[in-house]
């Protein structure tokens, strides 16, 4: 199973920015290139949503994050990043970095993900 470690949250206010970075460490075999990577967030008493994901050249954003968030990849690296932008204390959440199974990716499904990383919490103050 492919191992997913997180970097970069922290805290800042409204406005501000912030890089996260998700290191994908795997097995024998492991073609990361090939595998739809994503970033979820989940903040105190609401439900793990789908934020951003990215699969081959394609990538995909819920609706509250289009337009400040970007994600990206670095394959060589097998590194997933997401810049956050213009951050709203809505933003502020546990993010979790997530290998996606291609038939979820599009749709940010979090039944799609296969492995988790540990999260790092990024919080937004007003």
């Known amino acids: 199973q492919v191992r997913l470690v997180e970097s970069g949250g922290g805290s800042v206010q409204a406005g501000g920015s912030l890089n996260l970075s998700c290191v994908a460490s795997?097995?024998?075999?492991?073609?990361?290139?090939?595998?739809?990577m994503g970033w979820f967030r989940q903040a105190p008493g609401k439900e793990r949503e789908g934020v951003a994901a990215?699969?081959?050249?394609?990538?995909t954003y819920t609706d509250s994050v289009k337009g400040r968030f970007t994600a990206y990849r670095d394959n060589a690296k097998t590194t997933l990043y997401l810049q956050m932008n213009n951050l709203e204390p809505e933003d502020s959440a546990m993010y979790y970095c997530?290998?996606?199974?291609?038939?979820?990716?599009?749709?940010?499904?979090?039944?799609?993900?296969?492995?988790w990383g540990q999260g790092t919490q990024v919080t937004v103050s007003s």
């Open positions: 997530a290998d996606v199974g291609a038939w979820g990716c599009h749709g940010l499904l979090v039944r799609a993900v296969d492995t």
């Open positions: 795997g097995y024998p075999g492991y073609s990361y290139s090939r595998h739809c």
């Open positions: 990215v699969i081959n050249l394609s990538s």
